[in-house]
């Protein structure tokens, strides 16, 4: 025992030391040894209760056996209990290294052995990586080209060489594997390419550039530009109004020409919209929101009105070329008595809360409870938390194919080609002659925060994420100069409302603005010298062969291609060549305002039309009445999300089409679509396993699912030519996403099948598919 305190003793620093005293004071202990312990070391093993251990841990410490025959007989004398042998083992080490986990021989070797390699280039994101990846494998072709090497010809370039270098990719049609190019088209892209080729050089080589061949580049692209026709004209920057923001909003929430697959996806189609337009952040930065990054309050009014809802959300994910970015947040209220709710943000994140189900009180499962929620008395907020297993779930996620539909996927992200897209697609289905880009809105939002007198210079770079004034001044101030500069000239009242709108997007919009190539255009394709050629090619290929499958995908893709540039070109003449003719149909008194453009789109769904209908609803301007309409659209909301609207509706591809005499049916017949799945849900039920329907059962039992006018029923209740085709069907739709062990539910037969072959002998013993 002796030995036991001498090695403590030895062990732990003066400095750190805890007496701990007897329990009761008696003459012949007078001469007992003072141990003295680490807190840590108390605090671990004492009771959390007491200032001392009870009588267990003396135990654990000394052997009560040993203490009958010793001087000092006491037992109450308290000492903590013994660590294990890694404890000890840890304490020793760190007062032998001089309070450092490792000895002086571990840094000394750390310091000799260092790799300063790893630090001498500059760190990028991924994007930008795949980005110097391509340039540096353009390169290494060029110097292929003229007999050159790669790594070499960095240390060693001239002007001579890169000049060459960017008049042979500009000349270049296809890429390596014999895809077409793009190409380079502005001289802005040629200016941005000599850009990360300067950074592919400094990561080869570790040094930059020199100075005078940069600026001997500069002279040779614009010489460049010009030999090759590059135009030096910019990207549109102009801002996308509150008024633009309300069209785009109402058109992607009841449009039918644009399907989003599934209604969720929907939803945050605009959501991604409301929350881009306040923060004016980086597009990308919207898409990571995590609902861990979103905090919900119900806040007191200090001016004595209704408590409000705040949402506050976290930008934790912007740009870092420059490093990680500190998180911003941004807190939006609610508004009350909005006339309208498409630009209420609260409506459509709530709607996504109670979709999921995250908030973490397990009472507050549907919008009705925050109307009889109130704030203690004496405080400001009342949160409104949300499960922390959700905190690093993502809001934007996409729809991902099932076996009878889709669902909102676990982890799959939106991404911003995906979003950028569809908001393109709904600007062209609203009718702007421009492409709408979600930068339009961060365009808006930096414009209106510089005309603020509420906003400062330095807020508004900290909402942009810039580091100073310039980058607004060179990308986002808009060109087209916002302000009626004659009327103040003249000392007038300035025109601002009209001057804003013919700054905006908007300023063009028009529903009669073609946004697809009619059947007579897309056939004009085929008219085309190289589709014939590559027709007559394909005519004498052997079916089966590489050779064919080649030229029909270059078939397909030159055909892609040329609709895609008759499409542009009818657009882009369309404002002009429609003007003239409204104004000879005016002058000549034919001219009608109010015609209507029939586009032929299927109707909406009675969710859908629930839905727009929740949001236009107006208020009564009470407090009752607006908490009755914004529960409505809530709902609305959590019902459509639901909704599965399956891929969008194509137009007949009449380029290779061949015409089709089309049966019109009664419409005057009760009920159509219910009477067409009766006949699928009688037919896919036989009796033997010889009989082969023509229809998926799957399909079908999703179509009970759906409400009676439902229009999907039409598609999934549909009869195929053969059975044959429904084999086809039922492998390629069903069959090919099914993992083996996925247990699935057959609706039309109210059974629950195990796994993959127990459905393959289900179909054909029950439904009589042969898979």
């Not at 840890?90 to 007062?95: C, H, M, P, S």
């Not at 790893?118 to 494998?137: K, N, R, V």
């Not at 310039?470 to 000239?489: C, K, M, S």
């Amino acid at each position: 025992m002796t030995l036991y305190f001498s090695f403590l003793l030895q062990l732990l620093p003066l400095s750190n030391i805890y007496v701990l005293t007897p329990l009761k004071s008696q003459p012949d202990c007078s001469m007992a040894p003072t141990v003295r312990l680490p807190p840590d070391f108390v605090s671990e093993y004492s009771d959390p209760d007491s200032e001392y251990s009870d009588e267990s841990d003396i135990d654990s410490v000394f052997d009560n056996d040993g203490h009958e025959g010793s001087e000092c007989g006491s037992d109450e004398t308290i000492l903590e209990e013994s660590p294990d042998d890694d404890e000890v083992d840890f304490k020793d080490a760190v007062n032998l290294f001089g309070g450092n986990t490792h000895p002086p021989e571990y840094y000394q070797n750390a310091v000799k052995d260092f790799d300063e390699s790893h630090y001498d280039g500059q760190d990028y994101s991924p994007g930008s990586d795949i980005l110097l990846d391509a340039i540096e494998d353009t390169w290494k072709e060029f110097c292929n080209v003229v007999d050159r090497d790669p790594e070499a010809s960095y240390a060693s370039l001239s002007i001579g060489m890169l000049c060459n270098f960017f008049n042979w990719r500009l000349n270049q049609k296809v890429n390596k594997d014999g895809r077409k190019l793009c190409g380079i088209k502005k001289k802005s892209s040629l200016s941005t390419y000599w850009k990360v080729f300067r950074l592919c050089v400094e990561r080869a080589t570790g040094d930059k550039i020199d100075p005078k061949l940069n600026r001997k580049m500069h002279r040779a692209l614009r010489d460049l530009a010009k030999k090759h026709g590059l135009s030096d004209e910019k990207r549109v920057n102009r801002c996308m109004t509150i008024e633009d923001l309300s069209e785009q909003i109402q058109t992607t929430l009841s449009t039918t020409e644009k399907s989003f697959q599934l209604g969720e996806i929907r939803i945050l189609a605009v959501l991604f919209l409301l929350l881009l337009a306040p923060a004016g952040a980086r597009p990308a930065s919207i898409l990571r929101l995590r609902f861990g990054d979103i905090r919900v309050v119900l806040a007191r009014d200090p001016e004595g009105g209704a408590h409000n809802i705040l949402t506050r959300f976290t930008l934790a994910f912007t740009k870092t070329y420059l490093g990680v970015k500190d998180a911003k947040t941004f807190t939006v209220p609610e508004n009350f008595f909005d006339p309208s709710l498409f630009l209420s943000p609260h409506i459509y994140l709530l709607g996504i809360l109670f979709r999921h189900q995250v908030f973490k009180a397990p009472s507050l499962i549907s919008p009705d409870k925050l109307d009889i929620l109130d704030i203690h008395e004496g405080e400001k907020e009342l949160p409104l938390p949300l499960k922390k297993e959700f905190d690093d779930c993502l809001v934007y996620r996409r729809a991902v194919k099932t076996l009878t539909g889709y669902d909102i996927s676990m982890d799959a992200p939106i991404t911003y080609g995906m979003m950028a897209g569809w908001i393109r697609r709904i600007g062209e289905i609203l009718g702007f002659m421009y492409a709408t880009i979600p930068y339009s809105l961060r365009y808006a939002a930096a414009n209106g925060f510089d005309q603020s007198v509420d906003v400062s210079e330095a807020l508004r770079n900290l909402a942009l994420d810039h580091a100073n004034s310039v980058p607004f001044q060179r990308h986002y101030l808009g060109r087209e100069v916002n302000a009626d500069t004659w009327a103040i000239l003249r000392g007038q009242r300035p025109q601002q409302a009209l001057i804003k709108q013919a700054c905006s997007v908007g300023h063009s919009i028009s529903k009669r603005r073609p946004t697809d190539l009619t059947a007579e255009q897309a056939a004009s394709i085929n008219t085309h010298p190289l589709i014939r050629k590559l027709k007559q090619q394909l005519r004498r290929m052997e079916r089966g062969s590489h050779e064919r499958a080649e030229i029909l995908r270059t078939l397909r893709n030159e055909k892609q291609r040329l609709k895609r540039s008759l499409k542009m070109n009818i657009r882009h003449e369309w404002t002009d060549n429609q003007a003239v003719d409204d104004i000879e149909r005016q002058l000549r008194g034919e001219w009608n305002p109010n015609q209507v453009v029939d586009k032929g789109c299927r109707p909406q769904g009675a969710a859908q039309k629930y839905l727009v209908q929740a949001l236009a609803a107006k208020c009564d301007n009470t407090i009752e009445g607006y908490y009755r309409r914004r529960d409505d659209a809530i709902n609305a909301i959590i019902t459509y999300c639901t909704v599965e609207e399956g891929p969008t509706m194509r137009r007949t591809n009449t380029s290779s089409a061949k015409p089709q005499h089309i049966h019109c049916k009664d419409t005057q017949e009760e009920n159509p679509l219910q009477k067409a799945l009766n006949i699928a849900l009688k037919a896919v039920r036989v009796e033997t396993e010889k009989e082969r329907p023509r229809y998926c059962f799957l399909c079908v039992g999703k179509a009970l699912t759906l409400q009676p006018g439902d229009p999907l029923i039409k598609d999934l209740a549909r009869e195929f030519y053969t059975s044959g085709d429904t084999a086809k069907h039922f492998r390629r739709r069903h069959l090919s996403i099914l993992e083996d062990n996925h247990e699935i539910y057959c609706r039309v037969c109210d059974e629950t099948l195990e796994h993959k072959m127990h459905l393959q002998n289900h179909s054909l013993k029950r439904h009589g598919l042969k898979t």
